[in-house]
């Protein structure tokens, strides 16, 4: 028996009631086999067709009629509902006599609601819903600011592990980093963004796996075994949410691992250093090789967040943290004085540059809904005049005032909720463009969306709205004079209170609007200020990429270096590509490594060394950038592994540390080597727009 | 209960109906209208005609054994009641009364 195609099927479960729908669609199958053997198939199907759409109008009456049957079985006999049908179905004519009246006010209604949801949907999902953890508010990430970096989240890892020993005010601990690496589960490797997760991340995190466990004490050990667990996105994209991938292995960088686990599907981001939202796709252990420099208190290159004890605020967390640091500077002068701990809520780190922004936007989108509201007053208001004699009738033929008040209520609470409806498209419209246009800038992004709550307060802005823009009318129909109002309908007059009425809405109206002009008016001059930064680099027709090679198959530093000559002589002959570098970090996107050095010739010494973050880069990095050479020269190929050691700075650090003294051909000590300064290159913002150029190396 | 008139289409399934017998089912009421009326009528208006017929009690359905062909579902079948068989009854006399004398000659069928 051949398959209904699926619209046909479609189409028919629309209008049959459900009882019936099998029957039909066997009925229907069974003839168009005998046509399909008799005839063509395309005649046959021609015929389904044919069948199926002339179907729909009889099938739909039939449904109609019994849902009407239904509901007079529903309503016969009661006085309100019946009242209620009434003035519904009054209000249906009403507005249609008035059309364009009443699509005013329902477009009116879209725009607000629209805009109020889709605001408030992104407010709620960023600032006002607690994080996807459990035990959310005691979740800290713990900060190290130095000066130089007061905004660099990074802490070092000897300090971390002292405090763990012995802070009082914290339950847990983890550290934890974010890296790209490549993957491979099938046959084509991919790129796969990893946190690398410290003993204790995912305790302090409290997560439960859906499968599987989390990481075991001896898998963060470099002699240990090599696991990975998977989030829960990857696991359903890559594994079809198969349950026995628990002991099933992939390949990471070229290393055999052990799926071990799987995440619970989370809502939140992920707390990563690097990223500002983070779609990760696996975990793997942070291990820590007893050789690494990370075991110098100098190295500050990993995040951390805290789980503290119950009960315990952040001030006294804060204080302990203030002390602890203390004391580290007066053990360890030479890396730690001047630096400092701090615990940032988790929640604050994700969402906090965006959290004034958001403030500024809800006050205006509510000031704009409020304006709507204020519009519709005094539009209802003013076309009121020509209900007078309609009402004054009714009232005079016995309707009580309070009746014909409600019947303006319905009226205008259906056409709000017409509005609202449409308003809720719009807004769904809207997020999922706004999300579709800034998925990195915004934290949280995939939280966003419109659930119960955000559909609650669309409610809620509808009825309000609905219930605002009526009141003034329905308030002037009760105070009903009618010997009054048909008389100044004679003389062509409104009534005094009406004027008062709509004096009020008028004052209010501008009172809204200059507060609105004023927010656009700070927004527009954020925008202007965001994008008149120069951001020292030019972006146009630059392509960035990442690329993570093997250790295992290219391991001495000579052969990785041959593999990148190699990747950059073909990416440079390739045709339209103009200059080839590469980096440890891209600009705007953060990252870097805060270090100390000491100028040769002075008498620079722990403590007070000069303190600057350092990148490593190609000699074309700059030029591929566009960024200026300002003094001396550009690095060269030549200066690569072998030959002496060189540099460049930039402007910052050359202002800051050589007082406008060209810095070129001086040496400075760094990591106990000795380098000398070639060039200096202009500022470009590393961190993002709104982060000065610091010194950098 | 008023006595309710016949439509043109409740006619022809209830007149389907008794030529079909046991063999009443939505698909061959629909082939055996077509075959005998020469009317080409959509599925979807039988099921409505027969749900309006259903609750003028005209007819009533019953549940075949499930047929191993089609994949072991049951058809639903529909027989008159003895009160659609009077209404029919009375439709035919009333038909009959207009058409005696009119000697009116049935076009042939197109197919």
Not at chain 1, 125 to 130: E, K, T, V
Not at chain 1, 253 to 272: F, H, M, N
Not at chain 1, 498 to 503: F, M, P, S, T
Not at chain 1, 651 to 673: D, E, H, M, N
Request: with cysteine; net charge positive; aromatic share 6%.
């Amino acid at each position: 028996m051949n398959a209904l195609p699926v619209a046909i099927r479609a189409l028919l479960e629309l209008v049959t009631p459900p009882t019936e729908l099998p029957y039909l669609l066997d009925d229907l199958s069974e003839e168009f086999d005998a046509r399909a053997r008799t005839t063509t198939h395309p005649r046959a199907t021609l015929w389904l067709y044919s069948q199926a759409i002339r179907s729909l109008g009889p099938l739909a009456m039939t449904r109609l009629r019994a849902r009407r049957a239904e509901r007079a079985t529903l309503t016969s006999g009661d006085p309100m509902l019946t009242q209620l049908r009434d003035d519904l179905r009054y209000s249906l004519r009403v507005a249609a006599r008035r059309p364009w009246l009443s699509l005013t006010i329902i477009a009116t209604m879209v725009l607000g609601v629209g805009t109020t949801t889709a605001v408030f949907s992104i407010v709620d999902a960023l600032l006002l819903r607690p994080l996807s953890f459990p035990g959310p508010e005691q979740l800290v990430r713990l900060t190290s600011p130095v000066p130089d970096a007061p905004s660099a989240m990074v802490v070092s890892v000897p300090d971390v592990t002292d405090l763990e020993r012995t802070s009082r005010s914290i339950a847990s601990l983890g550290l934890y980093d974010a890296r790209t690496v490549t993957g491979q589960v099938s046959v084509e490797p991919e790129r796969l963004s990893a946190v690398l997760a410290g003993q204790g991340f995912g305790e302090t995190l409290a997560l439960r796996p859906a499968l599987g466990r989390l990481f075991q004490p001896d898998e963060y050990l470099e002699t240990g075994p090599s696991p990975v667990i998977l989030t829960h996105a990857f696991w359903a994209s890559h594994f079809a949410g198969h349950r026995d991938v628990i002991g099933q292995s992939m390949i990471i960088s070229g290393k055999p691992r052990t799926i071990v686990g799987v995440l619970p599907p989370l809502e939140s981001a992920y707390p990563a250093g690097v990223y500002p939202s983070g779609d990760f796709d696996i975990w793997l252990p942070l291990v820590i090789p007893e050789s690494s420099f990370l075991h110098d208190r100098v190295a500050m290159q990993l995040s951390a967040i805290a789980r503290l004890r119950p009960g315990v605020t952040l001030e006294r967390v804060n204080t302990e943290l203030a002390a602890f640091a203390r004391g580290l500077a007066v053990d360890y002068p030479r890396t730690n004085t001047n630096r400092t701990l701090q615990a940032v809520p988790l929640r604050d780190t994700i969402v906090g540059p965006v959290r004034p922004m958001l403030l500024l936007l809800a006050a205006a989108v509510g000031a704009v809904m409020l304006i709507a509201c204020a519009n519709l007053g005094s539009l209802l208001l003013a076309h009121s005049q020509s209900r007078v004699r309609e009402f004054a009738v009714r009232s005079a033929m016995g309707a009580a005032s309070s009746r014909i008040a409600r019947q303006l209520l319905v009226e205008n609470l259906g056409l709000a909720t017409i509005g609202g409806v449409g308003g809720i498209w719009l807004a769904n419209v809207l997020v999922k463009a706004l999300v579709a246009v800034y998925p990195t800038q915004l934290p949280r992004v995939n939280e966003i969306g419109l659930d119960a709550r955000v559909l609650l307060v669309a409610l809620g802005a509808t009825l309000l709205a609905g219930w605002l823009a009526g009141m003034p009318l329905a308030r002037q129909v009760r105070r009903l004079d009618l010997s009054r109002d048909l008389r100044e309908l004679e003389r062509g007059l409104g009534s005094r209170h009406r004027r008062h009425v709509l004096d009020g809405l008028v004052v209010g109206q501008v009172a809204t609007s200059v507060a609105l002009l004023f927010a656009a008016g700070v927004l527009m001059r954020t925008f202007l200020d965001m994008t008149a930064i120069q951001p020292g680099f030019d972006a146009r027709n630059v392509l960035t990429f990442d690329i993570a090679i093997s250790p295992q198959r290219y391991p001495t530093p000579e052969r990785q270096s041959a593999f990148y000559d190699a990747l950059f002589d073909s990416l440079r002959t390739t045709p339209g590509v103009q200059d080839v570098g590469w980096g440890m970090f891209t600009p705007l996107a953060g990252g870097g490594w805060g270090d100390t050095f000491a100028r040769e010739g002075t008498s620079d010494a722990a403590p007070n060394l000069p303190a600057m973050q350092v990148k490593m880069v190609s000699p074309t990095y700059a030029s591929a950038l566009r960024i200026p050479l300002l003094a001396g020269r550009s690095l060269a190929r030549t200066d690569g592994t072998g030959s002496p050691d060189v540099a460049l700075v930039n402007a910052a650090l050359a202002a800051r540390y050589y007082a406008g003294a060209s810095p070129v051909g001086k040496r400075i000590t760094f990591q106990q080597r000795t380098l000398e300064i070639v060039g200096v290159i202009g500022d470009v913002r590393s961190q993002s727009l709104w982060t000065p150029p610091s010194p950098e190396l | 209960m008023p006595k309710a008139r016949l439509g043109e289409l409740e006619l022809l399934v209830m007149l389907a109906l008794l030529h079909l017998g046991a063999d009443a089912y939505g698909i061959s009421i629909r082939q055996e209208i077509e075959r005998r009326s020469g009317h080409d009528v959509a599925i979807g208006a039988i099921y409505a005609t027969l749900a309006r017929l259903e609750e003028k009690r005209f007819v009533t359905p019953w549940l075949s054994d499930p047929l191993p062909v089609r994949g072991g579902r049951a058809r639903k079948h529909w027989k008159l009641t003895p009160l659609g068989e009077r209404a029919l009854r009375s439709a035919a006399a009333s038909l009959a009364g207009m058409l005696d004398g009119l000697g009116l000659t049935p076009e042939p069928r197109r197919s």
